[in-house]
């Protein structure tokens, strides 16, 4: 087992890996930038190390500097948390190349995962469906045009290399099949790099269901259930849960083996997750996979027992995983809310600093969060205040420890989500469990529309 290893990451990830190190009796690392020289990430690892200045290109994703601090604190391994370098094959690669572990999967699997021409064509070879599509790399707008029409309007326009709802456009007709290549095009190599756009049909108002795997270098794969996500707007995820209230056993049953089908077809390493279209009809359809701990990891935590980031580190130590797939049983229900520095009504960013601080507790909450009073928010980086998460022995019970733990929370000096959250988990819709990845779409125009007509 690794006596020493560095966190590439900051914020709640960062505080999240270094609790599960200390407990395994693990030394840990932080690295920082000039924003985050007083970051609780910082004060709580057994040794921290600057890495640059305040943007995060000149810090947390420099490759180089990450080693670098690798090599002068002796650590012998890296977890990348979320975001940042976590799915860079090239940084993946190199650790390797320098003998330092990487706790995630191997270079090979993110590079084939990540990349969602690949991903799509490896999900075919291993029978598990798909959206239909055309999925080799279109070479301009005419071509992304006709195939748009070959297909059937609505389509989605996607960056090969894209994530977190970036390089990703919906078509209703030809004019904005030309337009959305473009934008998708110029955003995609921006964001990433890499310029290659795909084309697939756009299912309607469909629910987004991902499943948690975990899989070691001894030829086991096990899935920890599955986590409901449409609550989302433009691609981003405001609140999931866990188990997702729209699975029957016999669909759950069949989604769950298909991602460990997906998962062996690849050989994947560690820990991942498979993201799955649902529609209103039951069918399902690969989407994509993420070679890394999700945000929303811990309500799988909190319904399957298993502590992800100890299995991730054991794994990349080269151990067994500590569970067989009859262990992994499903208890109670979890929520997670992600309160964020933004204005509830408008998503702008509110960086600043916090004034005042009270963080709910008590039966069934957990905060994961790297803020306390005083904490600045830099606008550099995600605007994450807090992960809020409620457990209960059902649904019902989740979600009134939820509501408790909204109307208790108390963060001043910035505005945050919560007002939104509570509005969202009070909805006859929410309630029912009856949304899709448009719900949020709609109900927030509803609100505004409210909002108007008070003014």
Request: overall charge neutral; hydrophobic content about 40%.
């Amino acid at each position: 087992m690794f006596t020493k290893i560095l966190i590439a990451n900051r914020g709640e990830i960062a505080c999240r890996v270094i609790a599960t190190a200390r407990k395994m009796g693990i030394k840990t690392v932080a690295v920082y930038s000039d924003a985050d020289k007083e970051a609780r990430h910082v004060k709580l690892a057994d040794e921290a190390v600057r890495i640059g200045a305040a943007p995060s290109r000149e810090s947390y994703l420099l490759a180089d500097k990450i080693i670098e601090a690798c090599k002068q604190t002796g650590a012998q391994a890296v977890h990348p948390g979320y975001g940042f370098l976590s799915e860079n094959e090239a940084f993946a690669k190199r650790c390797e190349d320098e003998g330092i572990a990487f706790i995630g999967p191997k270079a090979h699997s993110i590079a084939a995962m990540g990349d969602k021409i690949a991903s799509k064509k490896l999900a075919n070879e291993a029978r598990v469906n798909t959206i239909p599509g055309y999925n080799d790399a279109i070479a301009g707008p005419e071509q992304a045009v006709e195939i748009a029409k070959d297909i059937g309007y609505p389509v989605m326009i996607k960056a090969s290399a894209g994530g977190g709802g970036k390089g990703l456009r919906v078509a209703f007709n030809d004019k904005e099949a030309f337009e959305g290549f473009a934008s998708c095009q110029n955003e995609a190599r921006n964001s990433f790099g890499d310029d290659r756009i795909f084309i697939e049909k756009f299912v309607q108002e469909p629910r987004h269901i991902e499943i948690q795997i975990l899989g070691d270098s001894h030829g086991n794969v096990i899935y920890l259930n599955e986590r409901e996500c449409s609550i989302q707007r433009r691609h981003q995820k405001l609140i999931e849960e866990s188990p997702s209230p729209a699975l029957t056993p016999d669909l759950r049953k069949r989604i769950h083996e298909t991602a460990v089908r997906a998962a062996r077809a690849v050989g994947y390493f560690n820990a991942g997750t498979i993201e799955f279209l649902l529609d209103a009809r039951g069918d399902f359809f690969f989407m994509e996979m993420n070679t890394r701990v999700q945000v929303e990891h811990p309500i799988t935590e909190l319904v399957s027992g298993v502590d992800i980031v100890k299995e991730q580190i054991r794994i990349a130590a080269g151990r067994k995983l500590s569970y067989a797939q009859e262990d992994i049983v499903l208890r109670g229900a979890a929520i997670e809310c992600r309160i964020n520095a933004e204005d509830p009504w408008k998503f702008t960013p509110c960086p600043g600093r916090i004034t005042a601080l009270h963080f709910p507790g008590g039966p069934g909450i957990r905060m994961d969060t790297a803020m306390h009073q005083d904490a600045v928010i830099p606008p550099y980086y995600d605007s994450m205040v807090a992960k809020l998460i409620a457990y209960g022995n059902d649904r019902t019970e989740a979600l009134a420890r939820m509501r408790r733990a909204l109307d208790t929370i108390v963060v001043e000096g910035i505005k945050t989500t919560s007002p939104l959250h509570r509005r969202i988990i009070d909805h006859p819709d929410f309630i029912k469990g009856d949304f899709s990845t448009k719900w949020l779409e709609v109900f927030l125009g509803q609100m505004e529309k409210e909002r108007a007509e008070e003014a």
